[in-house]
T-cell receptor
Framework: NAGVTQTPKFQVLKTGQSMTLQCAQD?????MYWYRQDPGMGLRLIYYSASEGTTDKGEVPNGYNVSRLNKREFSLRLESAAPSQTSVYFC???????????FGQGTRLTVV | KQEVTQIPAALSVPEGENLVLNCSFT??????LQWFRQDPGKGLTSLLL?????REQTSGRLNASLDKSSGRSTLYIAASQPGDSATYLC????????????FGQGTRLTINP
């Protein structure tokens, strides 16, 4: 069972470069999420998609954009990377509101 | 603003002991609470989900309780094993319709053989 799959697993970017983090789930889940995890800050929600065709800002959306490509896929784009975006990024999904959230393995991003 | 606290930040116990991890939250108006496990450099693995109407959930050697009125949850691990070593995170979801999970900082657990 693949669950939630994130690519790439590791990435190093130079300041100002752009990139897209990919996330796909094969559990037919309706809602998908992007979190970042930083030491001392815990996990914080960047953007989410409650259902296919909708996206909304989370707690820390500045510097990011998202696309819900279809029900399976939810991508996170950094248009102009900054060192403050160095973090571990996690994608998650959930079937409906009162069910478990499942997380991917994470993408470790370093911006130099 | 909801805040979730996990104490202690780190815990080291010998193999075979039963142990309890604590999670507290400031706003009792939660929809559910979920416990996760995170191994170093890995993603989060869901352990247990407790709905706000429930008092506890069990899975194997794990038992999670929820006392919404006091803003507390505990994760009980029976007969601990070295393979249980990981960081344990709790997260609450506020109110129906809320999308965000609010996470605690986690408890880093080490089980010594």
């Amino acid at each position: 069972n693949a669950g939630v799959t994130q690519t790439p697993k590791f990435q190093v970017l130079k300041t100002g470069q752009s990139m897209t983090l990919q996330c796909a789930q094969d559990m037919n889940h309706n809602s998908m999420y992007w979190y970042r995890q930083d030491p001392g800050m815990g996990l914080r929600l960047i953007y989410y998609s409650a259902s296919e065709g909708t996206t909304d800002k989370g707690e820390v959306p500045n510097g990011y954009n998202v696309s819900r490509l279809n029900k399976r896929e939810f991508s996170l784009r950094l248009e102009s990377a900054a060192p403050s975006q160095t973090s571990v990024y996690f994608c998650a999904s959930r079937k409906i509101q009162n069910t478990e959230a499942f997380f991917g393995q994470g993408t470790r991003l370093t911006v130099v | 603003k909801q805040e979730v606290t996990q104490i202690p930040a780190a815990l080291s116990v010998p193999e075979g002991e039963n142990l309890v991890l604590n999670c507290s939250f400031t706003d009792s108006a939660i929809y559910n609470l979920q416990w996760f496990r995170q191994d170093p450099g890995k993603g989060l693995t869901s352990l247990l989900l407790i709905q706000s109407s429930q008092r506890e959930q069990t899975s194997g050697r794990l038992n999670a309780s929820l006392d919404k009125s006091s803003g507390r949850s505990t994760l009980y691990i029976a007969a601990s094993q070295p393979g249980d070593s990981a960081t344990y995170l709790c997260a609450v979801r506020e109110g129906q319709g809320a999308q965000k999970l609010v996470f605690g900082q986690g408890t880093r657990l080490t089980i010594n053989p």
